[in-house]
């Protein structure tokens, strides 16, 4: 009885830290940026214009780090193409480089579809402003410019369309 | 009197080591630009890594952060403002050693409290152990009469007791 009472103390503990740290989806990133401002860039365009993200406040933008090189990047491409293509009326995306040559990404582009913007990071201080690890990441940034949800690897279909109706659906 | 040139001959010593350091002593050397990114960039954990802190890293991200802090810390940031820039950014679990607030003071004060549980129990014990070792031996009062009526038994030649031989 005593025995018993003692593995209880000690187990129950570890076992209720164990349950902790295996909750909710592992992909959907805490960040410390979640509900607070998005960090502003202005970026260099694969077709040599300026991407701002102050220029685009008033609209839900999916900001997509990523990289020719990144096998993960290609297994969410497909879906990120098709939200773009369902959403790009009310909503941006944007794409920005991470550790990748201009014309890499542009041949990419052309390859695998799509047309939204990306742009050069070339000293990685936006994805180091991003809390970006590692490609591909993706922020979701509501119309007033706050961080509201953030997806560390390929984001899914589901989650993509989720949050981006989410995004839609949040008020001015 | 020879107590007192002792201490003269110490306080002398001490007045000449101090004249030779400072006539032929370097002034510490302010680190360079590098030895101080170094000093940052070990204090932080690199983001896609298992333990291993951004200045030994050579993953792309790691880099990118020395570059970064070295930047900074060349525009006259503190190394404070830097770490607390990153981790505003990928959270306190980029800082190698816990915070030394909230859930992560643990890490720094149960050391000291355990040895200070440690330490505090070692006392008692010993205190106990000596108090009981300073104890006289207490028989019982029966036990004290039983002996003195084999000693008298003893002494008129009869035998002794089956208690007594069994001790």
Redesign the interface.
Known sequence: MRRAMWVAVIAGPLLALLAFGLRGNPNAA????LNKPAPNFSLRTLDDRTLSLAALRGRPVVLNFWASWCPSCKIEHAALRDAWRRYRTSVQFVGVL??DTRESARQYMVQHGGQWPSGQDP???V????????PPETYFVDRRGIVRFKVIGPVSRDVLYRDIRKLVRMRR | MRRWLGWAAIAGMLAVSLLISIAFGHPASRPSLDERTRAVAAQLRC??CHGESVADST???AR??R??IRQRLATGQSPDAIKHY??????SSIMLAPPASGIGSIAWFAPLLLHLGGLGLLVVLVIHWRARGRQPATESAEYQERIRADLAAQAHGEPRSSAEVGR
């Open positions: 805490a960040s410390p940026l991470f550790q000293d990685q201080r994805a180091i402003d991003y809390g970006v690890a590692g | 983001p896609i993953t792309d991200i990118s952060i570059a970064l990153l981790a505003s950014r990928y959270g």
